[in-house]
């Protein structure tokens, strides 16, 4: 029985790489792919979304929604700097003739979400590697159809590490720290991939010379493109000798539970503005979530890598 799957995002690079993932893998299902503001603004992500999508040739094709278009409170935060201008790295996409490899919904983001959960009540996992914007409008707007959620998976979060956007913070939830905070007091059954376990794994040269770019195909091409990987210098973009897989270990949760080891703990998300803008704190409460803290990186690795191919 295939997982009935939403993911909600804001490609950028590894979201890119995380949704080549998810409809690479026979064990999920993709019934929909919402785009939020986060690491480009959100008609970039919309673009973004319907290249990727392009890129991949589902053959059952999603349903697209576009989601917020800035934080519940204060400014959108992009990061560009890592994601490149156009929120892929710059990467040549050949979207070939006929695009519409994703169905557009009329209706926002939200309202996509809590809809295919009222059809499949108990049966739908929300995935989420962007920050928790649209997560939190669907918890406003309609409390009784995200509670039809199964569970919800998210990528966000420094818990017992240092934060990669600011000392303390992580992308995801400092962008939008108080729809973060609306999400994790809300009762739902929440997994959460922070920086404290997808740091652990990333692409190095090695990986890209020997496994990547012998695969040779439009998807390991992309690969290559996107993370600005020089063949000639060994490097990634920037001089960079890593490239954190955040945004794919979330799916690869939701593929195979028993690659990562959890911890039940309280979490809240400092939402006063300051040096601590987005911080996550362990708490000692009732309303508890999953943290994962470890990971087999190998075999998840491997994972990533063999479905690159066709
Ligand atoms: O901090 C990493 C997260 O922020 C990833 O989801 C990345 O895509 C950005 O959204
Ligand atoms: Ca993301």
């Known amino acids: 029985m295939k997982k009935k799957v939403i993911i909600d995002c804001d490609v950028g690079v590894d979201d890119a790489l995380a949704l080549i993932l998810a409809f690479h893998s026979p064990e999920l299902e993709v019934k929909a792919i919402t785009g939020v503001n986060g690491n480009v603004p959100l008609d970039l992500v919309f673009i973004n979304i319907q290249k990727v999508l392009s890129l991949i040739r589902p053959g059952q094709r999603p349903l697209i929604a576009r989601g917020a278009d800035r934080p519940l409170k204060g400014k959108p935060v992009y990061a560009h700097s890592f ?3 156009d929120g892929l790295g710059g990467a040549k996409i ?3 003739e006929g695009g519409g490899w994703g169905q557009i919904f009329p209706g926002p983001a939200h309202e996509l979400i809590t809809g295919i959960a009222r059809q499949h009540p108990g049966e739908l996992t ?3 590697i ?3 914007t649209n997560i939190a409008l669907g918890l406003q707007k309609d409390p009784e159809g995200m509670r039809k959620l199964k569970e919800v998976v998210i990528m966000g979060g420094a818990v017992r590490t240092k934060g990669n956007i600011t000392p303390r913070a992580e992308f995801n939830i400092f962008v939008d720290p108080l729809a973060a905070q609306m999400v994790f007091e809300a009762g739902l ?3 959460l991939a922070p920086l404290d376990v997808t740091h652990q794994v990333f692409l190095n040269p090695q990986l890209l010379e020997e496994r990547v770019r012998p695969i040779n195909n439009s998807i390991s091409r992309f690969v290559i493109d996107s993370l600005g990987y020089d063949l000639a210098r060994h490097r990634f973009r920037q001089g960079r000798e890593k490239f954190h897989l955040h945004d794919p270990l979330t799916v ?3 593929i195979n539970p028993a690659l990562v080891e959890k911890e039940k703990i309280a979490i809240q998300v400092e939402t ?9 704190i362990e708490i000692s409460g009732d309303q508890k979530v999953e943290v994962c803290f470890k990971v087999d990186s190998p075999k998840f690795l491997e994972l990533f890598l ?4 066709d």
């Open 306 to 309: 063999s479905r690159l191919e």
């Open 252 to 254: 690869g949760v939701v």
């Open 272 to 280: 006063q503005e300051g040096e601590c803008w987005g911080k996550i």
């Open 189 to 191: 059954p929440i997994t």
């Open 130 to 132: 962007g920050p928790l």
């Open 83 to 85: 994601h490149g201008a």
């Open 94 to 96: 050949d979207r070939g």
């Open 126 to 128: 929300l995935m989420a």
